[in-house]
């Protein structure tokens, strides 16, 4: 799962001609549309005032572990739920 505190993706160049992005925020389908059209577009000219969002410089995620144990506890409380509307 890829969220960002402000539910904006973040797109980066990690090497030149090599696009990367991260935190859809449960939006990949459309988003990953516009996104992936952007990415061609800059390929392709070179201008990136053709993507949808700046790219950014990539930084390491505070407290990583607290957030994925946070997002994971809280997908099994929701999963776990549902089981229990199946079953009774």
Request: hydrophobic share 40%; net charge positive.
């Amino acid at each position: 799962m890829g969220f960002t505190p402000d539910h904006t993706p973040r797109l980066f160049e990690p090497a030149p001609g090599m696009l990367a992005v991260s935190g859809y925020n449960g939006r990949g389908i459309t988003t990953g549309t516009v996104i992936g059209k952007g990415f061609a577009h800059y390929l392709v000219s070179g201008d990136d005032s053709l993507l949808p969002l700046p790219l950014q410089r990539a930084r390491p995620v505070r407290a990583r572990s607290l957030w994925s144990a946070a997002y994971e506890s809280g997908f099994m409380l929701y999963h776990a739920g549902q089981c229990l509307r199946v079953l009774t």
